[in-house]
Every structure is written in C-alpha cells, then in structure tokens.
C-alpha cells in the first residue's frame, strides 16, 4: 500500500516528461529567437529619410520630410515641411512597435503626433492628429 503513491506519481512523471519532448520536437528553431528578430525588423523598417503628404489640413495639402534614425538603441528624428524654414524640427517623442510609427513634435505652438503603419516595401500610411490622412515612401537616395 504504501508503494501506491509512489508507483502514481512515477506514472505521472513520466507521462508529463512524454508530453514536453513530444511539443518540443515540433519546434526545430527556438521560437523565442525567431519572435524578437522579427520585431526588430520590423521596428527598424521605420529608420530612414520619408516623404510624407498629409490631405486635408487647414492650410492645404502638406508635404513633410521625415527622418527617423536610431542612435544607442533610440529612436530620434525630425520634420520639415514647406512652412518650417530651413532646418527641421526636432521630434519630442518616438514611439515604434507592432509596425506603426509615431511621431511627436511641436508645431506652431501645438504639439502635434503623426500615426503611420507599414503598407508594403517602402509604403506607409496614415494619419496626422487622427483628423488627416497621410501617405508617404522612403526616399531612395
């Protein structure tokens, strides 16, 4: 009687240790590895110089120049457009993840954030302040 509870969880034991092999050898490259080079391609998807035009504003349709770099694991960048004299403005804030971008800055006393998501190679679309909408491509250099 008292080798019964042994004899259960020797049983249990071994049908637990069974059922772990048998879900990794389903898995030939470790997951974990594939799912964070994956995310930071596709973070990294964003770094580069992009021409952006956003419809609609209040002053017409508008075209900006985007530059996002990454510096020490950071993102940092700026915007220019027709109307912000010759240097650009200095992003405040940039968030990248789940292949959308945004970015902020102040504009004309206001702070402003542009929202944009991958379409395909070189394509993104979006929004500015979730009122106008934008598009743009990367500037092939």
């Keep these: 009687m008292k ?3 042994i004899i259960i969880s020797s ?7 069974n059922t772990f092999a048998s879900n990794i050898s389903q898995y030939p490259v470790d ?17 580069g110089k992009w021409k952006v035009q956003v419809d609609g504003t209040p002053n017409g349709d508008v075209i900006m ?14 915007v220019q457009t027709d109307g912000s004299g010759p240097n650009p403005v200095k992003a405040d804030k940039i968030e ?3 292949n959308e971008l945004k970015v902020y800055w102040l504009a004309g006393g ?3 954030y542009l929202q944009l998501e991958k379409v395909k190679d070189n394509v993104i679309t979006g929004s500015l302040m979730d009122m ?5 491509e990367r500037v092939v250099e």
Excluded: C, Q, R
């Design 3 to 5: 080798k019964l509870p």
């Design 96 to 98: 990248i993840k789940d």
């Design 65 to 78: 120049n985007l530059e996002i770099k990454k510096i020490d694991d950071k993102y940092v960048g700026s």
């Design 110 to 112: 206001y702070n402003v």
């Design 132 to 136: 106008f909408d934008a598009k743009g």
């Design 11 to 17: 049983i249990f034991t071994l049908l637990t240790f």
């Design 31 to 47: 997951v974990n590895l594939v799912l964070i080079e994956n995310d930071i391609n596709s973070n990294d998807y964003f770094i």
